[in-house]
């Protein structure tokens, strides 16, 4: 059903820092076929830790018989440089060396990302993107590129994401970076270094993933004491010994730092003008619960992207919801593309608030 494919690009690739990729590639999944037209592209944007194979972290939205349909849709998900699963990253090879870059793979934006799946997307002959959709990292990345280009999107579907990344949400990254640098090993140049640091790291950041009412219908103890055996406490320890089995501390490391780099006002007026430029018809959908991406981000997504309808749903999973709350999603999705008025023919309304 998948084919799972590589980009490669030898060009020299100008990042945002200023400093200089000798070159570059994606792994990157693709399903179904492109339709003889070129108007049934579905661009899937993943989050922090997962990877380009949509269908094993996204199951109950794309697939056979989900949503996106491989049968209807063709769809291609973009593992993001710096992480582990194929594309460009620390644990690489550095060209005109023997060795991996670690520490010195450079610091890439979210931007830089957006321009190297704009390379990908060219060298694939795609042209109008039917749907792009993404949530969290994966959001930050589909509003980048909407506003990059304009016209690249018929619809886009932001969930659970924002405009700039936040002083808290940086906060919260800052605080696991300093996890890993604590960590002894981190300062080796070695595949396995700061991965116990990475461990306490990642339960730092499920409790931003999470909500109160998340913990407290899951991970409550019977007894009233249970010295050192609590849920909650191997619940977290479980949550870091699972990453630490699939992924690596300098990818972890560098794309909180990516995450941070967001702001779509960077080199333009301000975010406000940015948004404001976006042409795509939108359907932002936030979570109640999220304390990491909290709703009023998405308030102001859809107070500024012309046009932008807002869904607010429910979850227990606080910011997590936006991976497993599929029926729902899936819903207002529905609603959102088969809505007359928000058809991508149609001209987009003038009225920012109109659908919020």
């Known amino acids: 059903m998948s084919d799972h494919q590589l980009f490669v690009s030898n060009e020299p690739f100008l990042l945002e820092s200023g400093d200089t990729l000798a070159g570059f590639h994606l792994a990157y999944h693709t399903y179904g076929q492109p339709d003889a037209m070129g108007n049934k592209v579905v661009w899937v944007f993943h989050a922090l830790t997962a990877n380009s194979d949509a269908v094993s972290w996204w199951p109950g939205l794309v697939g ?7 049968a209807q849709y063709f769809i291609i998900c973009v593992n ?3 992480s582990c699963y194929g594309s460009v990253g620390p644990l690489e090879k550095k060209p005109g060396s023997d060795g991996a870059y670690y520490h010195s793979f450079p610091e890439l934006t979210i931007r830089d990302m957006v321009h190297m799946y704009q390379s990908l997307r060219q060298h694939l002959g795609i042209g109008q993107i039917h749907i792009g ?7 930050q990345q589909l509003l980048e590129w909407a506003i990059e280009e304009p016209g690249a999107f018929d619809y886009i579907i932001p969930i659970a994401t924002n405009a700039w990344h936040s002083a808290w949400g940086k906060a919260f990254n800052a605080s696991q970076r300093w996890c890993i640098e604590n960590d002894p090993s981190w300062r080796t140049e070695h595949p396995d ?3 116990e640091g990475m461990k306490v790291a990642r339960s730092v950041a499920l409790l931003s993933y999470r909500h109160y009412q998340t913990y407290d219908l899951f991970q409550s103890d019977e007894a009233p004491f249970a010295p050192a055996r609590y849920k909650a406490g191997t619940y977290q320890r479980y949550q870091g010994e699972k990453l630490a089995r699939r992924f690596n501390a300098y990818s972890y490391h560098r794309l909180s730092s990516s995450m941070d780099s967001h702001h779509v006002g960077r080199g333009r007026q301000d975010a406000a003008t940015a948004l404001q430029s976006i042409r795509a018809r ?10 990491l991406f909290p709703l009023a981000e998405q308030v ?9 309808k807002l869904a607010a749903i429910h979850s227990l999973y606080g910011h997590d919801g936006f991976l497993l709350e599929f029926e729902v999603i899936e819903k207002e999705i529905l609603d959102f593309l088969h809505d007359s008025s928000v058809r991508a023919d149609k001209p987009v309304q003038s009225d920012l608030h109109s659908n919020v």
């Open 64 to 70: 056979p018989g989900k949503l996106f349909d491989p």
């Open 300 to 308: 102001y997504l859809a107070q500024h992207i012309p046009g932008a």
């Open 193 to 195: 270094a700061g991965m």
């Open 80 to 82: 993001m440089p710096g």
């Open 133 to 139: 959709i993404g949530g969290s990292m994966g959001g």
């Open 282 to 291: 939108a359907l932002v959908i936030g979570i109640e619960t999220d304390i």
